[in-house]
């Protein structure tokens, strides 16, 4: 629990996407995410997916040549998965680029944690990492 800031947990990451209904199918049609909200209009929509416990994906519709000076970039987003295994099946079956299978990093295996990561690419090269940890 976090002693500074009551309630305080992940609510969303937020990507931008050029391929608007495609990116919505593989997130909610392939990977099982509902859409909670949906706002704007073409070419700036943007929607609120709940990934399946309260937390959300924000996506934000954005033109095929972005300008991304002065914006941060993201560096992956993580879900969390009780099989890592499984859920990289899933998103190879919602057509998504497999960078790395599911592992036990040695960083956690030294320390004691039974973990495993695997990271795949989403519709628009967007990193996701799916993270297996019952202590985190």
Known sequence: MNQKINGCGLHHVAIRVSHWEKSLRFYCDGLGFQTKIEWGEAPKRAALLDVGDGNYLEVFERETTPNF????????????????????????????????????????????????????????????????????
């Open 69 to 136: 000076e002065g914006e941060a970039n993201l560096l992956h987003l993580c879900l969390r998965a009780d099989d890592c295994a499984a859920a990289v099946e899933t998103a190879r079956l919602a057509g998504a680029t497999i960078r790395n299978e599911a592992f036990s990093p040695e960083t956690f295996e030294k320390m004691g944690l039974k973990t495993k990561i695997a990271f795949i690419l989403g519709p628009d090269g967007e990193i996701i990492e799916f993270f297996e940890c019952a202590e985190l």
